[in-house]
């Protein structure tokens, strides 16, 4: 394997973490700002890129090419990497940003690579590769919801991935399809076809509250679905926030006659 293998374990239920363990001199990446504790004898570096060979193969310019993959998908330029320097196993431990579920994905049961929502990579086995995945139509970029940029995470060892709410896993038969909310889609096997699709109906997607667009995917492959993205949950956060409550009531009618017969008039 070109990939360190970590064992795992998983606490929590729907605020998960995930404790790695490693032996002497194994490595594990991770985005910045995820790592939650560690034990003594875990040493932290701060890598360009995802510090797989494929990255760093080329010298200072490889390395910089692999961070610049990196910024496309709206990521830092650096992750780090935990390296156990002891001569027993140590754990390092990392938590999901909010709340939701933590996948493990075993890439190499995976045919070597899964494409993915740019914000859902949290931490893999050092030698798993890191990049950007190029949509091959348009209508997936302006209109996907995730931009015409995905992430995708090669290699033959085990990745982690974090999403929100309920995870589903589907499998798709050749030629099955499944029509998702372009923000709801977490990941999928890279058989499988993924496009954008106009609502159809004018009043629906006006009215109906589930966008103009949603995503069809095709089999053959694996699919992974999130119940509740983060995206969903900010804005019904915000809209029941004291400041999303007021930008919404200014400057309309109702607004104002909420004002009015709720006695805040003066």
Not at 36 to 52: A, K, L, Q, V, Y
Not at 167 to 187: F, N, P, Q
């Amino acid at each position: 394997m070109n990939s360190h293998e970590i064992d795992y374990k998983l606490y929590g239920d729907d605020m998960q973490f995930v404790e790695i363990e490693l032996d002497p001199h194994e490595s594990v990446i991770a985005e910045a700002g995820s790592m939650m504790m560690m034990e003594e004898n875990i040493e932290m570096e701060t890598i360009f890129g995802d510090g797989s060979a494929s990255s760093g193969g080329s010298g200072l310019f490889g390395k910089l090419m692999g961070a610049g993959k990196r910024v496309l998908t709206g990521e830092s330029l650096f992750m780090t990497a935990f390296t156990n320097s002891a001569h027993n196993k140590r754990r390092v431990s990392f938590a999901a940003p909010y709340p939701g579920k933590i996948i493990p994905m075993d890439l190499s049961e995976l045919n070597g690579k899964i494409i993915c929502q740019k914000d859902s990579f949290l931490c893999a086995a050092k030698g798993v590769e890191v990049g950007i995945d190029f949509q091959r139509k348009l209508g997936t970029g302006f209109f996907g919801g995730e931009g015409f940029i995905m992430q995708k995470v090669e290699g033959d060892g085990l990745a982690f991935l974090h999403a929100g709410g309920t995870i589903h896993e589907k499998t798709l038969e050749r030629g099955e399809r499944l029509r998702v909310d372009t923000g709801c889609l977490v990941a999928m096997t890279k058989d499988v076809d993924y496009n954008i699709e106009y609502v159809g109906k004018v009043k629906t997607a006006l009215f109906g509250g589930e966008g103009l667009f949603f995503a069809t995917l095709t089999g053959p492959g694996k699919v992974w679905i999130q119940s509740l993205p983060f995206s969903r949950l900010a804005d019904r956060m915000f809209a029941n926030s004291p400041v999303g409550t007021q930008s919404r009531g200014e400057g309309s009618v109702l607004g104002s006659l909420g004002d009015f017969l709720g006695g805040d008039r003066r």
